[in-house]
Structure formats: structure tokens, C-alpha cells
């Protein structure tokens, strides 16, 4: 690192120019980078500052400038509120639910494929589990909720079918984030097992015939050569998933949910906009979002600096 | 390599096929049942293809008041964000890709912080209100205008060419809006091609945004105004529970069928050259890691 650090330096005195030399040389470079930075600097950064109405008691009339500071107020009322210990709780199992269930299913997927010799049967399965993840969340959502519903949806025409009761699923919590974890694999099962196809093509196939030399069976070959093979990938795809751990996705779920569930599915992302843009409490929704950011910013951070102790390669 | 048929084999073809007929079997059968006759939904006996074949369902949903507008709005917001996003972000891309710009390094982290930590739900649409383009077309389209994943890929797609196309360019005397123009932007047309699509579809699907910040009707796009139909439904089916009064529900919910597959159309004619892009730009940002 430091070595490299003093080739860089010395390339610099060699080319021997300064910094406002580098800047006029590369003006248009730099022209060309105006739209872009200030598109970042107008809606991605400057609404960072809007963050301070976390502190403050927001007024629409005021403006973010001369509301009054509160300082923390907003944190207590939620840390000691009621609903705290209930979202945290949601957010933690339909986060570790989705690391337990749905993290592996790609990987299961594309090992199962990889064992397929048919060329164009691979081709025609990929293709079918792919098209989930085109598909928008609010159709996905009206599909779940059509399949669910009570009186003529599918899953229910099947349970009478065999004799048993229909089941209002959606109204009931505790079924929430098995339809919510079930959705999810089968949107982004497919999709998700890219990745791991393109690790599993990647491995020498040297590796295989040596493996096959000495004996193996395809469950060796799969265990001691494509595992191992892919190993890297799945380590940091699964350092990734523990670091967005509380940043559970609220899109999908804000078309699924309804006050009946809340119990079970209403998290953190879900309640900080049902609060901040349905009933306009912005100042509690955006210390709540702070909250959530803080703590998902920490988990990625360490995420991030196992993996590049681990794997040698990190997200940045 | 021995071609013999194992009962691994067998396993594993049986449960991949099935659950490929599982992915897809919703998507039959939103299309089966948005041709089916309101009785045959009713009965619940839709199961692969119509019954009681009609059409009135795309009759009623052409009917409806500002489906049109709707479908017209979503594919504004798509072709226009999607020019918008790309120009973005080629003008951030581009010049980061080259290793001699000082400060390269300080803008690049500025962008990927953005990937971990943002505004926010409330503070966003606080600056929305604050700039003025809150219900505005042109806000919702230029206050989305790049993504940082893309923004990597395109980046990275830059950096692989090779410098030595741009120096001997430089040599003729070619400035470097010049360069960027002619040569490097036809040469990324591959990566360009895959994070327009990767825009194209984020544009299409997206409702959340455009539900918060736009509230005139003639403005919304399609997903927004089939959430509505969605919710409405499902409000009618709360009803079911409760015993009222229903007769006129399930003629609505092959309209919803309809109005889905109306929504999917687009994503599927797309779906092969998608499908094709989107696999090349997951292992290009697999590979980057």
C-alpha cells in the first residue's frame, strides 16, 4: 500500500505538473462532469440536509431553517413508544428470515442448473425464473393478492378443493412473512442465481477433470470443485445481505400490508413513510429514517471491512 | 463426459421444471382469466387457458377514464427518463473513468456514499416541495436521474477501452467532448445498451415515487392508477367478510386482469433483449465484485 502510494507520488513530480495545470488541462472534463454532480448535489445531497428536521419541531410554515430545535425529542418519543420494540422485532425476522431462506435459493438454483446437460432445457428455465424480476411490485402484489383472496383466489380454490376451510390470508398476521418471504424467492430467484452461474462458469475445468481422474462422482465435483469455485462470491454476497439487514425494502410491502397485519409487518422503512407521507408527521418520520440509516450505514461499514479482510475484495 | 440418464438426473429435471411452471404459472393465468367470462372467474374453474372466452374486460379497461393518459405517461416517464438518466450519466461516468482527473477519487466516493446512506423518504420529498416540482412531470423525471450502480458499470465499461484510442486522438488535436463523443460513447454502445434497459425497466415498474410526488390524475403513470385498482379491489374483497353486497365486483377483477397484463405488455415484448443485456451487466458487475 505505502510503496504503491510512493510510485504515485513520484509519477506525479514526474510528469511535473501542478494541480491547476491538471484542472485547465482537463477543463472539458470537467464541464462535462457539471450535470452529473449537480444532479447528485441538488437531489440526492442537498435533501441530506433536511435530515436536521430529525431535531427540530417542523413547521410547513417555518420552513426546515426556522423551526425550532428540539434536539432529541423525536428519538425518545420513539425509542420509549409503543410501536419501537414491535418494528425492530419485524424488521430483524423478515430480515432474518429472507438471510435464511431466501439467500440460498439462487445458489441452490444455479448448482442444479450447472448440473444440467441440456443446453436449451437450461435456457428455457432461465428464462422462466428471470421474468419475475421484470415484473413491477405492484402487479406482483395484485397477483399475490388475487391468488390469496378468500372467496375465489387460487390458493383457496385448492384448499376447497380438498375439503378444507378458505383462509383470509392477507388479513391474518401470521402468515404475513411467509407470503412476503415466498414472494420474494419467487421474484428474485432466478435473477439472483446470475451471479452464481457466472462464478460457476468461471472455474477452470481443468479442476473437474482432475477431479474425475481421481474418482469424483458429480456430488465431489459439485462439493470439492464448484463450492470452493464460487466461495468468494457467495461470501460476499452474504456479507452484503448481513450489512443491508435492517434495510428491508418497503415497496412490495406497503401494497401487501394493512392495519389488520400491522403486527407482523409493519417495519421500520414501512412506518417511517406511513408516518412521514400519509399522516405528514415529518419531523418523527425522518428521525425514525435516521435512526434506521445510522445503524444500516454501521452494519454495511463492517460488513464491508470483514470483507475485505476475508475475501480481499470489498464493496468500496 | 458419460450421457447416462442418473435418478439424480431425473430429480433434477423434474424440480426445476416445476419450479419454472411455478414462476410462470401466474402469468398464464392472469392472461387466461383476463379473457375469461366474470362466471368462470366466479366459479373459480380458470385454471390454464379461458373460459368463456370474451374480451369485454380490454373493452371495459379501454373504456376506463385515463387508462390511456396513463399508459401514454409511463412510457413518457420511460423513454424520456430513461434519455435523461443515460445522458447523466455518461456525463458522470466518462470523465471519472480517467485515471490523470484530480479529484476523481473524492467525486467517486461522493456518488457511492449515496448507494448506503440517503435522505430519506421525508427529506426528499421536503426538497421536491422546496424546489417546486412537486406534481410536475419534468421534476419526477430529473429528480431521478442516475443510479450509482449504473453510473459503476458505465464507468467501469469506460475504463476498459483502451487509453491509447484516446491519446492518438489527442495527438490529431481532438478535444475531449470530441473524444468522448465519437469515440467512446459508440464504443460503450454494448454497456450503454444494458444500463438502458436497467433504466427502462426501473422507469416502467416504479410507482412509489410518482404515487408520493404527483397528484394530478392526467399526470400519473399506468402502476400508479393500477395500484388504485388494486387497492379498490381489495377493499371490495374486505367487503366480501363483511357480507355487502358485491354483484358488481367481479366484473372488476377481470377488468384488473386486463389492466395487468396491459401493464406486463411492454416488459415482454423488452423481455428477450432484457434478458440478454441484464445477464451481460449482473457478471460485469460480478466480476467488478
Given at each position: 500500500?505505502?510503496?504503491r502510494?510512493?510510485v504515485?507520488?513520484?509519477k506525479n ?6 494541480l ?26 442537498k ?12 413547521s410547513?410554515?417555518?420552513g426546515?431553517?426556522?423551526s425550532?430545535w428540539?434536539?432529541?425529542?423525536y428519538?425518545?418519543?420513539?425509542f ?5 420494540v414491535r418494528?425492530?422485532r419485524?424488521t430483524?425476522?423478515?430480515s432474518?428470515y429472507?438471510i435464511?431462506?431466501s439467500?440460498p435459493?439462487?445458489l441452490?438454483?444455479?448448482?442444479l442448473?450447472n448440473?444440467?446437460r441440456h443446453?436449451?432445457?437450461?435456457s428455457?428455465i432461465?428464462?422462466?425464473t428471470?421474468?419475475?424480476h ?8 395484485g397477483?399475490?393478492?388475487?391468488f390469496?383472496?378468500?372467496s375465489?383466489g387460487?390458493i383457496n ?9 378458505s383462509?383470509?390470508?392477507?388479513t391474518k ?7 412476503y ?6 421474484t428474485?430467484?432466478?435473477?439472483g442465481?446470475?451471479?452464481y ?8 475445468m481443468q479442476?473437474?477433470?482432475a477431479?474425475?481422474?481421481d474418482g ?17 462470491t ?7 445481505a ?7 425494502g ?11 397485519t400491522y403486527?407482523?409487518a409493519?417495519?421500520i422503512?414501512?412506518?417511517v413513510?406511513?408516518?412521514g ?6 419531523s ?14 454501521i452494519l454495511v ?7 475485505n ?8 | 463426459?458419460?450421457k447416462k ?8 429435471y423434474?424440480l ?12 398464464i393465468?392472469?392472461?387466461?382469466a383476463?379473457?375469461s367470462?366474470?362466471e ?9 387457458y379461458?373460459?368463456?372466452?370474451t374480451t369485454?374486460a ?5 373504456e376506463?377514464?385515463?387508462?390511456w ?13 430513461t434519455a ?8 458522470g461516468?466518462?470523465?471519472l ?8 477519487r473524492?467525486?467517486?466516493?461522493f ?8 435522505a430519506?423518504?421525508v427529506?426528499?420529498?421536503l426538497?421536491?416541495?422546496s424546489?417546486g416540482?412537486?406534481?410536475s412531470?419534468?421534476g419526477y ?11 459503476i458499470l ?8 483502451p487509453?491509447?484510442?484516446e ?5 490529431d ?7 468522448m463523443t465519437r ?7 454494448p ?8 433504466y ?8 412509489l415515487?410518482?404515487?408520493?410526488l ?10 400508479v392508477?393500477l ?8 377493499g371490495?374483497?374486505d ?7 358485491t354483484?358488481?365486483?367481479?366484473s372488476?377483477?377481470t ?6 397484463v ?7 415484448v423488452?423481455?428477450p ?10 457478471m460485469?458487475?460480478?466480476v467488478k465484485g
Amino acid at each position: 500500500m505505502s510503496s504503491r502510494a510512493k510510485v504515485g507520488k513520484q509519477k506525479n513530480i514526474g510528469t511535473n505538473r501542478s494541480l491547476m495545470s491538471r484542472i485547465i488541462r482537463d477543463r472539458q472534463l470537467y464541464l462535462i462532469l457539471i450535470p452529473f454532480l449537480l444532479y447528485y448535489i441538488i437531489f440526492v445531497y442537498k435533501p441530506m440536509g433536511g435530515i436536521l428536521i430529525a431535531f427540530k419541531d417542523y413547521s410547513v410554515y417555518k420552513g426546515i431553517a426556522d423551526s425550532p430545535w428540539v434536539g432529541l425529542k423525536y428519538f425518545e418519543q420513539f425509542f420509549n413508544g409503543e410501536y419501537f420494540v414491535r418494528l425492530l422485532r419485524n424488521t430483524s425476522l423478515i430480515s432474518l428470515y429472507t438471510i435464511i431462506f431466501s439467500f440460498p435459493a439462487p445458489l441452490i438454483l444455479a448448482l442444479l442448473l450447472n448440473e444440467v446437460r441440456h443446453a436449451k432445457f437450461k435456457s428455457a428455465i432461465q428464462t422462466c425464473t428471470y421474468l419475475p424480476h421484470f415484473i413491477s411490485a405492484v402487479v406482483i402484489a395484485g397477483l399475490v393478492t388475487n391468488f390469496l383472496a378468500p372467496s375465489n383466489g387460487l390458493i383457496n380454490n385448492i384448499i376447497r378443493m380438498f375439503g378444507g376451510e378458505s383462509i383470509y390470508f392477507l388479513t391474518k398476521p401470521e402468515y404475513f412473512r411467509t407470503i412476503y418471504i415466498l414472494m420474494n424467492i419467487w421474484t428474485e430467484v432466478g435473477y439472483g442465481s446470475i451471479v452464481y452461474i457466472a462464478a460457476i462458469s468461471a472455474i477452470d475445468m481443468q479442476l473437474y477433470e482432475a477431479c474425475e481422474i481421481d474418482g469424483g462422482n458429480r456430488f465431489t465435483k459439485m462439493w470439492h470443485v464448484t463450492l470452493p469455485g464460487i466461495l468468494p462470491t457467495i461470501v460476499t454476497l452474504f456479507i452484503i445481505a448481513i450489512g443491508g439487514f435492517l434495510n428491508v425494502g418497503y415497496e412490495k410491502i406497503i401494497l401487501l400490508y394493512q392495519p389488520a397485519t400491522y403486527e407482523t409487518a409493519d417495519i421500520i422503512s414501512t412506518y417511517v413513510y406511513r408516518i412521514g407521507i400519509e399522516q405528514a408527521n415529518y419531523s418523527m418520520s425522518t428521525a425514525v429514517n435516521l435512526f434506521n440509516s445510522v445503524i444500516g450505514f454501521i452494519l454495511v461499514s463492517m460488513a464491508n471491512y470483514i470483507s475485505n479482510k476475508v475475501n480481499d475484495t470489498g464493496l468500496w | 463426459m458419460k450421457k447416462k440418464f442418473t435418478l439424480f438426473d431425473v430429480i433434477n429435471y423434474a424440480l426445476l421444471t416445476a419450479l419454472a411452471v411455478v414462476t410462470i404459472y401466474p402469468l398464464i393465468y392472469i392472461v387466461a382469466a383476463s379473457f375469461s367470462s366474470v362466471e368462470h372467474i366466479n366459479l373459480g374453474d380458470v385454471w390454464f387457458y379461458p373460459k368463456g372466452f370474451t374480451t369485454s374486460a380490454y373493452g371495459k379497461v379501454f373504456e376506463r377514464e385515463g387508462i390511456w393518459m396513463a399508459y401514454l405517461n409511463s412510457f413518457f416517464y420511460m423513454f424520456v427518463g430513461t434519455a435523461v438518466c443515460l445522458a447523466v450519466t455518461i456525463c458522470g461516468a466518462y470523465p471519472l473513468s480517467k485515471k490523470r482527473l484530480a479529484g476523481r477519487r473524492l467525486i467517486n466516493i461522493f456518488v457511492v456514499f449515496t448507494m448506503w446512506f440517503s435522505a430519506g423518504v421525508v427529506p426528499t420529498f421536503l426538497n421536491f416541495k422546496s424546489l417546486g416540482l412537486l406534481n410536475s412531470r419534468f421534476g419526477y423525471i430529473i429528480g431521478f436521474a442516475c443510479a450509482a450502480y449504473n453510473f459503476i458499470l458505465l464507468r467501469t465499461y469506460f475504463a476498459s477501452i483502451p487509453e491509447s484510442l484516446e491519446e492518438a486522438a489527442m495527438i490529431d488535436g481532438a478535444s475531449d467532448f470530441y473524444i468522448m463523443t465519437r469515440i467512446f460513447v459508440p464504443l460503450a454502445l454494448p454497456s450503454l445498451a444494458t444500463i438502458a434497459l436497467f433504466y427502462a425497466v426501473d422507469k416502467w415498474n416504479g410507482y412509489l415515487w410518482a404515487m408520493i410526488l404527483i397528484t394530478d390524475d392526467t399526470k400519473l403513470p399506468l402502476q400508479v392508477v393500477l395500484k388504485k385498482l388494486i387497492v379498490d379491489m381489495s377493499g371490495k374483497m374486505d367487503n366480501v367478510a363483511f357480507g355487502v353486497d358485491t354483484s358488481n365486483m367481479y366484473s372488476e377483477e377481470t377488468v384488473m386482469y386486463a389492466t395487468m397484463v396491459f401493464a406486463i405488455l411492454p416488459m415482454l415484448v423488452l423481455y428477450p433483449f432484457v434478458q440478454r443485456y441484464f445477464v451481460k451487466g449482473v457478471m460485469l458487475g460480478a466480476v467488478k465484485g
